[in-house]
């Protein structure tokens, strides 16, 4: 049992360039959701899915898109990266969309926009 | 957006003190989380309140959640260097959707032997 895995783990882009990241879970979790942690930010919501086929805005959706085609697969696309966009970003899944499920973390994607 | 205030940001200590770490907002949680994380993982689930007034143990961690559910606070006995880390708070709050939880910035905390 793997867990959520994120591929990759370090990434270094320049401004412009668009990348995916992918996060796959095998434990048949409805939820899945994408953060970013910043220094002195805290983790903050991007996007999330309630289910395969649909999708959903967070707090910070700009520059970012999804798509959950799968139950297992929730990848991030990051369509013309910018430095502002330079972060770690995290994973998530858990059972349900009920907000005291356990939310289980990838070990995260350090990316760098030059 | 809603906010959640942790603190101290920062916290160091030598092993074998006591120390509370407080979550705080001016908003009801309907549950709260308390994650740890340590450096180049993803945080990992510690312990979950959902009742006012509720205290929770963890072996020498203790979760307490207030009586009306808008603050919490984690208070470690005789702190070892293995609970070196990124303590975070992260609540639902009442009425929301499922848009996920809000998180608090984290207390870092580092046990000096």
């Known amino acids: 049992n793997a867990g959520v895995t994120q591929t990759p783990k370090f990434q270094v882009l320049k401004t412009g360039q668009s990348m995916t990241l992918q996060c796959a879970q095998d434990?048949?979790?409805?939820?899945m959701s994408w953060y970013r942690q910043d220094p002195g930010m805290g983790l903050r919501l991007i996007h999330y899915?309630?289910?395969?086929?649909?999708?959903d805005q967070g707090e910070v959706p700009n520059g970012y898109n999804v798509s959950r085609s799968t139950t297992e697969d929730f990848p991030l696309r990051l369509l013309s990266a910018a430095p502002s966009q330079t972060s770690v970003y995290f994973c998530?899944?858990?059972?349900?969309?009920?907000?005291?499920?356990?939310?289980?973390f990838g070990p995260g994607t350090r990316l760098t926009v030059l | 957006t809603q906010l959640l205030e942790q603190s101290p940001q920062f916290l160091s200590i030598q092993e074998g003190e006591n120390l509370t770490v407080y979550c705080n907002s001016s908003?009801?949680?309907?549950?709260l989380q308390w994650y740890r994380q340590e450096p180049g993982e993803g945080p990992v689930l510690l312990v979950t309140?959902?009742?006012?007034?509720e205290v929770k143990k963890l072996k020498r961690l203790t979760f307490q959640f207030g009586d009306a559910r808008k603050d919490s606070s984690l208070h470690i006995t005789a702190a070892q260097p293995g609970d070196t880390g990124l303590y975070l708070c992260?609540?639902?709050?009442?009425?929301?959707?499922?848009?996920?939880?809000?998180f608090g910035k984290g207390t870092h905390l580092i046990i000096q032997p």
């Open positions: 998530a899944s858990s059972y349900s969309a009920g907000r005291s499920d356990t939310q289980y």
């Open positions: 434990m048949n979790h409805e939820y």
């Open positions: 992260a609540g639902a709050y009442s009425g929301g959707g499922a848009d996920g939880l809000t």
């Open positions: 899915s309630v289910g395969a086929g649909i999708t």
């Open positions: 908003s009801v949680f309907s549950s």
């Open positions: 309140v959902v009742t006012g007034g």
